[in-house]
Structures are given as structure tokens and as C-alpha cells.
């Protein structure tokens, strides 16, 4: 699959996520890299940053945080392109989760592994 649609997916799965909690997003920026950093090849997305509920009176002037979403793992793990279309929905949930402060095992509980 072609970065530029792959890209588009991601785009696809933010419209997805209700409009009250995109709302809530501060700081925050969404990526599309090809590959994660070679010490974890099989990572999906990573939140990078300080999530809303660890930030204090003193979070200011700051980089935003960085939502990234892995290409190529993704694709490597699917074989059809629906079943890209379902993973890159579920790992910009799951990342978007990361920064309102909900852990991997809150999220594996509601089905967000």
C-alpha cells in the first residue's frame, strides 16, 4: 500500500474518533513514519509526550506531543487491505487513548490492545 493512502487511512481513523474528544486534544501532532526505531521493529504507534492528565500548572512553552503511526509494521502484519483499514483505526485509538492517560492495560480491558 502507497504511503499517500496509508496516510489517508490515518486521516479516515481520526474522523472516526468523536468530535467532543478531538475537541479536547491539546498539543498534539499525528505522524505517519515508515519504520519504528530499530530496537522495537513490531511497533505499531507510539505516544511521545505529556499526557493531559500528567500536566500541571508549569506545562508550557513545549514541543507538541507526537502521536506516531508505523507504516510498514502494519502492513507486515496484514493481509488485505481492510484488514489496514481496522488496524490503523485501532492503533490511532489506542495511541489518541495514550494521551488522555489511559495505560496499555486499561486499554487491552476494553479491547483496545
Do not use: K
Request: hydrophobic residues 45%.
Amino acid at each position: 500500500m502507497a504511503r499517500t493512502r496509508f496516510e489517508e487511512l490515518v486521516g479516515e481513523a481520526l474522523d472516526e474518533v468523536p468530535a467532543e474528544l478531538l475537541g479536547l486534544m491539546d498539543n498534539v501532532v499525528i505522524l505517519v513514519e515508515d519504520d519504528p526505531p530499530a530496537d522495537d521493529p513490531s511497533l505499531l504507534g507510539v505516544y511521545e509526550g505529556y499526557a493531559l492528565t500528567e500536566r500541571g500548572w508549569d506545562y508550557s512553552g513545549v514541543l507538541p506531543d507526537r502521536i506516531i503511526i508505523y507504516r510498514n509494521p502494519i502492513l507486515a502484519m496484514c493481509s488485505t487491505d481492510d484488514e489496514v483499514v481496522e488496524e490503523v483505526a485501532v492503533t490511532v485509538v489506542h495511541e489518541i487513548a495514550h494521551h488522555f492517560g489511559i495505560d496499555d492495560a486499561r486499554l487491552h480491558e476494553l479491547g483496545w490492545g
